[in-house]
């Protein structure tokens, strides 16, 4: 493990390096996964697994030693989730054999914790109508406050913090491949998103860009209906005076910028472009750059998340070839975004 980094989205992190796909490893990879129950453990247990890692879920502590010795980590990664439903589970256990993990030179052990909202949880146990683990002889928000107490001391010597209170199962999906991918290919992968400034920041974003001060199509009554994927739209935005300046300047801000993000171990980048109603000028914006990114040789995966969320774009290849991953269904199916979007008076 390398330098710590600690971006704009909320995820605390400390980069590791990848481990080449297939065959034998100089040092074996684990990762633990703890957190909130009801924060996405078993999302990202399954993320891990699709990734090749091998997945127990579970597990006692007293039988981790046994397992990483039957495993062979150095063959094939391993992913463990350890939380409080485990029968002998306990904080300072963890650590000990975290730390005892960690003096064996032969393996890579990574720590990651998966955090949540208060009120997202309790949603989450009263929609799917499970028990609390904590909360058999109590409420579900009392249970909650005792597992935030019980697992603070693992949440500050984690490797990887995630809030996954406003993501989608694709965002921790994302998240997690970004940190924990086998290919050999150490090359940053870089994410672009549209996002409506009236439902929130991303709170996955390392760059945020605000383009509220482009022309607005949503005043066009012909245009309003349509998004930026749509020519007419592309051509009204290319149109405002400023736009060429602005996205010269954008890129040529970006330029050196990301060969050092590559350089200090970064293994992904996401960049936030935002407009009143993410319908418009940001998923023009959001196209061309991701195009843009594209043309610099770089890994790039673009989605707009307000078009996903109101079913108008199903992800897939747009235009530019780019791999849009945010499917509509996905997003709208995950806990974190049963609300209602509320409907912006203004879109942009």
Same mark, same amino acid.
């Given at each position: 493990m390398t330098s710590a980094d600690t971006s704009s989205s909320g995820i605390t992190s400390v980069e590791a390096a990848p481990d080449p796909a297939g065959g034998a490893t100089a040092r074996g990879r684990i990762v633990l996964v703890t957190g909130l129950s009801g924060a996405g453990?078993?999302? #990202?247990?399954?993320?891990? $697994? !699709?990734?090749?890692? $091998?997945?127990?879920?579970?597990l006692r502590l007293s039988l981790v030693p046994a397992l990483i010795r039957q495993a062979d980590p150095k063959r094939r990664p391993l992913a463990l989730v350890?939380?409080?439903?485990?029968?002998?589970?306990?904080?300072?256990?963890?650590l000990d054999e975290l730390e005892e993990l960690r003096r064996g030179a032969e393996l890579e052990v990574s720590l990651v914790f998966l955090d949540c909202g208060d009120e997202v949880l309790q949603r989450r146990f009263t929609e799917t109508r499970r028990r609390h683990p904590l909360a058999e002889d109590r409420t579900v928000p009392d249970g909650i406050q005792r597992e935030r107490a019980l697992l603070f001391p693992l949440k500050e010597q984690a490797d990887?913090?995630?809030d996954t209170t406003q993501l989608s199962i694709h965002d921790l999906r994302r998240i997690l491949s970004g940190h924990f991918?086998? !290919? #050999?290919?150490?090359?940053?992968?870089?994410?672009?998103?549209?996002?409506?400034?009236?439902?929130?920041?991303?709170? $996955? #974003?390392?760059?945020?860009?605000?383009v509220r001060f482009l022309t607005n199509p949503h005043y066009d009554p012909d245009l309003r209906p349509l998004t930026g994927l749509d020519p007419a739209v592309a051509a009204r935005v290319e149109s405002d005076p400023d736009y060429p300046g602005f996205f010269r300047n954008l890129t040529e801000m970006l330029r050196p910028l990301l060969p050092r993000y590559n350089q200090e171990g970064k293994s992904y980048l996401t960049i936030a472009i935002g407009c009143t109603g993410g319908k418009h000028r940001s998923v023009f914006i959001a196209e061309r750059l991701a195009a843009w990114l594209k043309e610099q040789g770089l890994r790039v995966n673009l989605s707009h998340r307000e078009l996903d969320r109101q079913g108008l774009r199903t992800g897939g290849q747009n235009g530019n070839g780019i791999t849009g991953n945010t499917a509509a269904g996905t997003v709208a199916n995950h806990p974190a975004n049963h609300q209602a979007n509320h409907q912006a008076n203004h879109q942009g």
């Amino acid at each position: 493990m390398t330098s710590a980094d600690t971006s704009s989205s909320g995820i605390t992190s400390v980069e590791a390096a990848p481990d080449p796909a297939g065959g034998a490893t100089a040092r074996g990879r684990i990762v633990l996964v703890t957190g909130l129950s009801g924060a996405g453990m078993s999302v #990202a247990l399954k993320a891990l $697994e !699709d990734l090749g890692y $091998e997945a127990v879920d579970n597990l006692r502590l007293s039988l981790v030693p046994a397992l990483i010795r039957q495993a062979d980590p150095k063959r094939r990664p391993l992913a463990l989730v350890i939380d409080s439903r485990t029968r002998d589970f306990s904080a300072q256990s963890f650590l000990d054999e975290l730390e005892e993990l960690r003096r064996g030179a032969e393996l890579e052990v990574s720590l990651v914790f998966l955090d949540c909202g208060d009120e997202v949880l309790q949603r989450r146990f009263t929609e799917t109508r499970r028990r609390h683990p904590l909360a058999e002889d109590r409420t579900v928000p009392d249970g909650i406050q005792r597992e935030r107490a019980l697992l603070f001391p693992l949440k500050e010597q984690a490797d990887v913090t995630i809030d996954t209170t406003q993501l989608s199962i694709h965002d921790l999906r994302r998240i997690l491949s970004g940190h924990f991918r086998r !290919d #050999a290919q150490a090359a940053l992968q870089v994410f672009v998103t549209s996002f409506s400034f009236r439902q929130g920041l991303p709170r $996955e #974003a390392d760059l945020v860009f605000d383009v509220r001060f482009l022309t607005n199509p949503h005043y066009d009554p012909d245009l309003r209906p349509l998004t930026g994927l749509d020519p007419a739209v592309a051509a009204r935005v290319e149109s405002d005076p400023d736009y060429p300046g602005f996205f010269r300047n954008l890129t040529e801000m970006l330029r050196p910028l990301l060969p050092r993000y590559n350089q200090e171990g970064k293994s992904y980048l996401t960049i936030a472009i935002g407009c009143t109603g993410g319908k418009h000028r940001s998923v023009f914006i959001a196209e061309r750059l991701a195009a843009w990114l594209k043309e610099q040789g770089l890994r790039v995966n673009l989605s707009h998340r307000e078009l996903d969320r109101q079913g108008l774009r199903t992800g897939g290849q747009n235009g530019n070839g780019i791999t849009g991953n945010t499917a509509a269904g996905t997003v709208a199916n995950h806990p974190a975004n049963h609300q209602a979007n509320h409907q912006a008076n203004h879109q942009g």
